[in-house]
């Protein structure tokens, strides 16, 4: 068995692998890691060269173009945002450092602050393109955070390249919350 561990989008991401040839497993692991600090580059609110602060930095004066997976990501979301009547939202950035949880500091937000943010919050401020792949906000303010659905996707391509490696008893887990296995491992 062969453990393998990453600090990345404010989280730790653990693989656990299970075969005969621990190099092997420990290559797997490793790759496995290096797709989810991919996917973090691409993903991240915070990091100021992903493709998604690049969006929310320019989106409310012009479309911004993202690559086809991160397109598709956020075509995803928005199905999600319709199949739960609003509950689940990307867009929920503006709240979230309204309420100062971007940062950790939180605080109990003016009622005018609160209706500001409140005012670039939804889906439907946000215009897919797909045929040009941009991504373009109704007004400025809007900011997407894709905090509850990039783990799960760093998860699924973390899985994805064990599969391509052959790997057949894996386990990767992302913040407690986000979890897939393969196999059954004999402990």
Not at 77 to 94: K, M, N, Y
Request: net charge negative; aromatic share 6%.
């Amino acid at each position: 068995t062969v453990a393998v561990a990453l600090e990345a989008m404010a989280t730790r991401f653990e693989i656990v692998l299970h075969g005969g040839n621990a190099v092997a497993l420990r290559a797997a692991g490793e790759a496995a890691l290096a797709e989810i600090e991919r996917l973090e580059a691409r993903l991240s609110l915070f990091r100021a060269d992903s493709e998604i602060a690049r969006v929310n930095a320019r989106a409310a004066q012009e479309p911004g173009c993202v690559t086809p997976e991160v397109f598709a990501l956020l075509q995803h979301a928005q199905r999600l945002t319709a199949e739960t009547s609003g509950v689940f939202d990307i867009t929920i950035a503006p709240l979230m450092r309204c309420w100062g949880f971007h940062g950790g500091s939180g605080k109990i937000p003016t009622p005018a602050a609160l209706a500001a943010a409140r005012a670039c919050v939804g889906m439907y401020l946000v215009e897919l393109d797909a045929r040009a792949f941009t991504v373009r906000f109704a007004r400025e303010g809007v900011m997407l955070d894709l905090g509850a659905i990039g783990k799960g996707c760093a998860v699924d391509g973390a899985m994805d390249v064990l599969k391509r490696y052959g790997i057949s008893d894996a386990a990767v887990c992302g913040a407690d919350s986000s979890m897939r296995v393969i196999g059954t491992a004999p402990d």
